[in-house]
């Protein structure tokens, strides 16, 4: 089955020039159960011991991270590792330090908070950090993908895939302005590799 793709026009401000993008329309979705009876076929395990093996990982594997350690899924690399986000800027330092000067009571205090200081290292707390779960991909995952997906174009009218045409044929008529996409349509095998 080949990736839905629609073609938009957009007008770029920064450079002044306008520049077509694709946009996936399929969302199509694969659900846990589908998935398990996936795995399992072909081999020997069913699709309950597919489906309790990665029950397992999905309850464990936030535990192991928790411990601050990375985790290799996959022969070829997939790797699941902790993640922290979180930042204060100059700006938002100084806020922050205006609404405590203004919330002090002690008037000696409140005289000594700097609210122009140099931001320090210690100004990021760790209430401020925020954790969460980084995904590495292997890479031959992503050529594997690469090889095997083919694109069709489809109209914004309807999500029907628009067949029998070039993909060097000219669409200047379909063009629409303001993110609209373009008509017309074509098969595009392998595009993207």
Known sequence: MAINVQFYKVHNHMTNEDIVIPRIVNQQALDFN????????G?????ADVSAVMKQIEMRLPLILG????????PEGLTFRPKVSGSITQSQLKAKLEAKKAAETDPEKAALIDVDR???????SISDLTASIAIELPKKWDERFKSKASFKRVTKD??????GT???E???DDNTQGGDSQGGGSTIPGEGD
């Open 34 to 41: 589908a998935l398990c009876e996936y795995l399992a076929d």
């Open 43 to 47: 081999s020997t395990v069913t699709a």
């Open 67 to 74: 411990l601050n350690a990375k985790v290799v899924c996959s």
């Open 118 to 124: 140099a931001i320090t290292l210690s100004d990021l």
């Open 158 to 163: 309807s999500d029907s895939v628009a067949e």
């Open 166 to 168: 070039d993909s060097t």
């Open 170 to 172: 000219d669409h200047t």
